[in-house]
Every structure is written in structure tokens, then in C-alpha cells.
């Protein structure tokens, strides 16, 4: 049911209600009117007719008191009877003119009817005179009235309803509209907003519901915008990937080359020097072959330390277990301060993404602490359980400055992305009660 029709009937029933009220009361008020009215009206008759009659019948007997009664004729809401000394009726009063044929409803008639009164009286010669309030006209006279009040009633009742259905279809018209803007809205068309509508409340739910409509286009167009940020991030991410793996590929073959054919022509150079030297006599050609013999040696030492950072060669044949203990050998030999401890539990068939992480995440933290700490002792830790690796390097150094998480650390951001890359999480804290600790947790799934 719709709410016009439902508004209207409801006005229309409580001014039903109100209507039968006023009705229920009128009839009570009635009812004791009437009741006042023919009991005043049969006291009256009773007192003035029954005294004339006492008078008429002592002075000719019945046919006096006949006659006085035909004279007086009808007494309103009265009727009277005349009987002999033998009790046969000598006289009724005549019916009454008034609303002659007519009477009211039954029913009506007993709800107002009041007590029967009737009153008789014993004259001289034995004849008998009652007098009996009728109440029928009056009756008839409230059902008249009652009549004409539930007519008009309900007519001003039908007019009320067409006025207040008329009323209530104009308050309520801005309501289709609404919503077909929420139809149109969830069909998608966020640029719709509401014409200006009737009314105080109309108006007021109109602005709400374009204060609504633009919040919601706001928030679709922003979500719509982080959704492609999202998904640009995503493909720099993977692109940086690709470009990681490019360059780790790139080392890789540049540290073969270096170790397979650069490392072999340095040692070459360095023997041909050495025998040179050994084999010549000039005091000139010894000295430049011992020369170009200790170039070559420093030249090879710098090769074999840059090779590990390329990508060291252990991690390829031993594993990452080996390639950290490599690592840790060739930094004590290198520097004498921070001093080095490894901790460490590798689990066996590691990945290459996860070795390769694990070992650059240490490799990072090492660079770091000899670059920026000022440590005088560094800690690396590798544990391990069935589901993942987590990898720290925590050094007593200065810790980290105020401004570091501003853009740049390209190392750090680097391999941030590529442990979540791998599903895991790297963190960069500052240590207790100095120092910084770098750790890295590495999910095992990951294998390849």
C-alpha cells in the first residue's frame, strides 16, 4: 500500500473516530433530554388534567370528564384513556398529527426511551382515567436531528478526505522523484542531482541526497584514482623486479668474467712479470717487471674483493650458509673495526630469490654499519623455522639519523621491496640501548 493511501486513511479514520464520538455523545445527551422532557410533560398532565377531571367527573359524571378530554384532544408526548365504571373504553386521546405515519427505528427507540410512567386515576362513579407518557415524537424528533448530523458528517467527512487526499498527494510528489534519483544512482549514473523541489522538507532532502551524490562521486573518482595508483606501483614494482633480476644476472656474468677471464689475465701478467724479473739481467728490467708483479697482485686483490659484491661465487656452488661465513672472512680480513660475530641456522634447499635476498639484506647492513654507524661491533643472526627465515644485522653504532626515512636510501627501499616481493617484511629500527638492527623475515614457500 502506498503511503499516500495510507496517510489518507489514517486521517480519515481518526476523523471517523471523532465523528462517531461526537455522535455517541449527542445521543447520550439526547437520551437524557428526552428522559427530562416526557417526565416533566407527563408530570404536568398528570397534575393538571387529573385535577380537572376529580372536578368534572364530582359535577356531571363521565360524560363530563369525556367531553373536557375531547376538547383538550391530543396531549404531546401523552396518551390518554377513558374507561366506565364497567370498564369498557369510552375514550383514547387522537393520534398525534405531528410527523403523522412516521416512527424511529426500534432499536433507536429503545436506547432512548425512558422508564414507562403511567398514572391512573379512580373518579366518583367508579370510572377510571390513565394518563401514559408516549415518548414516540420526541424519539422520532432525535432521530430526525441524529439523521441530518451523520448526512452532513459524512459529507464534510468525503470532502475532508478528497481535500486531505489532494493535500497529501502534493506534499508527497517530490517523493518519485527522489526515488528515481536513487534508481538512477544505483544504476550507476553518479553525475544526476535532484531539480530544486517543493517544500521545506523536500528541499532539505534534495541537498542531502546531492550532498549524498557528490560524496559518492568523490569517493568513486578517488577510489578509481588509487585503484590505478595502485595498479601503476604495482607495475613499477614489477618492472623494478625485472630490472633487479636483470642487474643480478648482469653481475653474476660480469663476476664470471672477471674471475674466468680477467682474473686469469692478471695472473698471467703477474707471472710473466715474475719470471721476467727472475730471468733478466738489467737491474731496469727487473725493477719494472717487480713493479708491473706487485701492480698485478693489488690489481687481482681488488678483483677478488669486488667479485662478492657482484654476486658472490659460494652462493652459486656452496649455498648461503657458505657464501655468509665467506662473507664474514673476507670482512674481518678487510676491516679490522666494526668486529664481526655470525650467528647462524640456514635451512638446506633454499631458493635463489630467497638466498639472493637473505644475502643482500646482510650485505646491505654490513655496507651500512662501516658507512654510517660508527659501530665498533656488528651482529649478524639467521635463524630459521619449517615456515620462514628471518635475518638481522644489528650493529651499537649511532643509530639512525632524523631525517633518514625522507627519499633516497635506494638500498634499504630496494630491499624492502624485495623481501615483500617474496611475501615477507623488512624493518629498520633503532636499537636498544644504541645502535641500529636491520631485520628481514623471509617466507620459506617461497623456493624458486
Request: proline share 5%.
Given at each position: 500500500m502506498k503511503l499516500r493511501t495510507r496517510l489518507n486513511l489514517v486521517l480519515t479514520g481518526v476523523t471517523a473516530v471523532f465523528v462517531a464520538a461526537l455522535v455517541a455523545d449527542g445521543i447520550r445527551d439526547t437520551r437524557s433530554s428526552i428522559r427530562e422532557e416526557i417526565e416533566a410533560a407527563n408530570h404536568v398532565a398528570v397534575q393538571v388534567i387529573g385535577q380537572l377531571a376529580v372536578a368534572y367527573s364530582q359535577a356531571g359524571g363521565e360524560p363530563a370528564v369525556r367531553r373536557l378530554l375531547e376538547q383538550l384532544g391530543h396531549v404531546r408526548?401523552?396518551?390518554?384513556?377513558?374507561?366506565?365504571?364497567?370498564?369498557?373504553?369510552?375514550?383514547?386521546?387522537?393520534?398525534?398529527?405531528?410527523?403523522?405515519?412516521?416512527?424511529a427505528p426500534a432499536w433507536f427507540t429503545r436506547l432512548l426511551a425512558p422508564h414507562p410512567a403511567r398514572h391512573g386515576f379512580e373518579l366518583a362513579d367508579g370510572t377510571q382515567l390513565m394518563i401514559e407518557a408516549q415518548p414516540s415524537r420526541a424519539i422520532l424528533d432525535a432521530w430526525d436531528d441524529l439523521t441530518r448530523l451523520v448526512i452532513l458528517a459524512g459529507a464534510m467527512l468525503s470532502v475532508l478526505a478528497l481535500l486531505a487526499f489532494w493535500l497529501v498527494g502534493r506534499a508527497l510528489a517530490p517523493f518519485p522523484v527522489i526515488v528515481d534519483g536513487l534508481e538512477r544512482l544505483k544504476r550507476g549514473d553518479l553525475t544526476y542531482r535532484?531539480?530544486?523541489?517543493p517544500g521545506?522538507?523536500?528541499?532539505?532532502?534534495?541537498?542531502?541526497f546531492n550532498r549524498m551524490?557528490?560524496?559518492?562521486?568523490?569517493?568513486?573518482?578517488a577510489e578509481r584514482e588509487a585503484r590505478e595508483a595502485r595498479a601503476r606501483l604495482e607495475e613499477r614494482r614489477e618492472l623494478a623486479l625485472v630490472v633487479e633480476q636483470s642487474l643480478e644476472e648482469e653481475r653474476r656474468l660480469i663476476a664470471h668474467e672477471l674471475h674466468d677471464e680477467f682474473g686469469q689475465s692478471v695472473t698471467a701478467i703477474r707471472s710473466l712479470a715474475m719470471a721476467i724479473a727472475t730471468q733478466s739481467a738489467e737491474p731496469g728490467s727487473v725493477s719494472a717487471a717487480r713493479l708491473v708483479c706487485d701492480e698485478a697482485a693489488r690489481l687481482y686483490d681488488a678483483l677478488h674483493g669486488l667479485i662478492p659484491r657482484l654476486t658472490p661465487p659460494a652462493l652459486e656452488t656452496l649455498g648461503l650458509g657458505a657464501a655468509l661465513e665467506s662473507l664474514a672472512r673476507d670482512w674481518r680480513q678487510r676491516h679490522a673495526t666494526p668486529a664481526l660475530s655470525l650467528r647462524q641456522q640456514v635451512p638446506e634447499d633454499l631458493g635463489t630469490s630467497v638466498t639472493l635476498a637473505a644475502y643482500r639484506v646482510v650485505q646491505e647492513g654490513l655496507v651500512n654499519a662501516v658507512r654510517h654507524a660508527n659501530?665498533?661491533?656488528?651482529?649478524?643472526?639467521?635463524?630459521?623455522?619449517?615456515?620462514?627465515?628471518?635475518?638481522?644485522?644489528?650493529?651499537?653504532?649511532?643509530?639512525l639519523a632524523a631525517h633518514w626515512p625522507r627519499p633516497g636510501h635506494f638500498g634499504l627501499r630496494g630491499l624492502a621491496e624485495r623481501v615483500e616481493h617474496l611475501g615477507g617484511a623488512f624493518e629498520v629500527r633503532n636499537a636498544e640501548p644504541h645502535g641500529v638492527c636491520l631485520t628481514a623475515r623471509i617466507p620459506l614457500a617461497v623456493r624458486s
Open positions: 408526548a401523552n396518551e390518554i384513556t377513558l374507561r366506565n365504571s364497567a370498564g369498557r373504553l369510552t375514550y383514547r386521546s387522537p393520534a398525534a398529527v405531528y410527523k403523522a405515519g412516521r416512527d535532484l531539480p530544486p523541489l521545506a522538507e523536500a528541499r532539505a532532502i534534495g541537498a542531502a551524490a557528490q560524496a559518492v562521486t568523490d569517493n568513486v573518482q659501530a665498533t661491533r656488528v651482529t649478524v643472526e639467521v635463524s630459521s623455522t619449517p615456515e620462514s627465515m628471518t635475518v638481522s644485522v644489528t650493529d651499537d653504532g649511532v643509530g
